[in-house]
């Protein structure tokens, strides 16, 4: 699933994990072709991708092989919701959906956002911040169309979340009066902790696209002033242009060392070497290197605290906006701390994996999904976990 982020991460986790299983068998629909290939339909690792954009098959032969491959499917399970993934949806009316709220960005977030002027490019928006706004009017009528043609067939659907401070973000995105909460974990995985080993030389990492929106000059920024701490890059740019005159001073660091997309057992090994994740990120959802960094009982050292993980496992900033040349200070402050603090470092890393083990694994994320399937197959369950509210334009 290469080129869709922590989503794709996590959606080739899950198919991973229940690939050869008989219970329980995953089809990737996709809103757009796969870079690798080229192709709208391929099997690989026991798991059928599909794509909603047609090619050299021919529509027809195409929509017949697309009603074959669905014909089976049981429940759908969105990651977020987004326009394009309404093809699919709407195709497929009668099945039950869950909704897994992972990043909603409503008003509120894009205005954190645009305070890069080069994320309004990212997302390929020509409008700049009124067609931000009207991708979330897209996003809301989406549901609402969803819910209305859903009731003549009596389809279930359900809004859950990875993370508790999703679930007012949505309210107030989709114009919702009151989710019931329901929780559907990442499912992690982690090592042995016998396993873990970490450098002798003080180590930190940064995972994730070099992006604007992830702010990796304050990173590096980083690195210029602790010269002896290994800094480790994993990620490549996606659009380098956009911030080629940022980071063009960064070159030659001599302390940091580039990796690019990681994974597998390097993954593992840079995980386990380091002694500190470090986020830079203006906006995050709840990110898939927090939690795999708690798993290999490393605190994070961020300006975002998703429900207050950061505060209780590594250390909070505190938040800033535009290109937060002002927080250096409070990163070289906490990365200084943590690095000289072995104990502080060593609980909270415990405190971290502990977490992690008691809700973000495959065992809770398996025991959570029974239990939607059970309530959306059950007749006398209400269809929706939400309400509309009163004055929809909310």
């Not at 992830?214 to 210029?224: G, S």
């Not at 959802?285 to 505060?311: I, K, Q």
């Not at 072995?342 to 973000?360: D, F, P, S």
């Amino acid at each position: 699933m290469g080129g869709y982020g922590g989503f794709g991460q996590t959606a080739g986790r899950i198919s991973q994990y229940y690939a050869g299983n008989d219970d329980l068998r995953v089809k990737i629909l996709l809103a757009r072709k796969l870079k690798q290939n080229g192709l709208w339909r391929f099997r690989q690792d026991s798991v059928d991708f599909i794509s909603t954009r047609n090619t050299d098959r021919g529509i027809f032969k195409a929509e017949i092989e697309y009603s074959m491959l669905t014909a089976r499917l049981n429940l759908l399970l969105s990651i977020d919701l987004f326009q394009e993934y309404g093809h699919h949806l709407n195709r497929l009316p009668h099945l039950p959906l869950i909704i897994w709220l992972r990043d909603p960005k409503g008003d509120v977030e894009w205005d954190k956002i645009i305070t890069l002027p080069q994320e309004l490019k990212s997302y390929g928006n020509r409008d700049g911040v009124p067609g931000l706004r009207r991708m979330t009017n897209i996003q809301k009528e989406l549901l609402a169309e969803i819910v209305e043609k859903g009731k003549r067939r009596k389809r279930k659907i359900l809004i859950v979340t990875n993370g508790d401070f999703l679930m007012p973000r949505a309210e107030k995105l989709f114009g919702l009066e009151k989710i019931e909460p329901f929780f559907l974990p990442n499912p992690i995985e982690y090592p042995e902790r016998e396993e873990i080993r970490r450098a002798a030389r003080p180590t930190v990492c940064f995972i994730g696209r070099q992006v604007a929106i992830k702010r990796p000059w304050l990173f590096y920024e980083l690195a210029k002033r602790f010269p002896s701490v290994k800094f480790h890059v994993c990620g490549i740019p996606n659009s380098p242009d956009r911030i080629k005159d940022i980071m063009e001073q960064y070159t030659g660091l001599s302390n940091v060392e580039y990796h690019g997309v990681v994974r597998g057992e390097k993954k593992k090994k840079i995980l386990s070497e380091s002694w500190v994740l470090i986020n830079t990120s203006i906006h995050e959802g709840l990110p898939c290197t927090f939690l795999e960094a708690f798993s290999y009982e490393m605190p994070v050292l961020s300006c975002l605290d998703p429900d207050a993980l950061v505060s209780r496992f590594g250390l909070f900033t505190g938040e800033f906006s535009g290109y937060a040349y002002e927080a250096i200070d409070k990163f070289a402050s906490g990365l200084e701390y943590l690095l000289t603090n072995k104990a502080v470092r060593t609980e909270k890393g415990r405190q971290g994996r502990g977490y992690i083990e008691k809700l973000y694994n495959f065992s809770c994320f398996e025991k959570r999904l029974n239990e939607l399937w059970n309530r959306v197959q059950d007749p006398a369950a209400p269809l929706n976990n939400f309400q509309y509210s009163k004055n929809k334009t909310e």
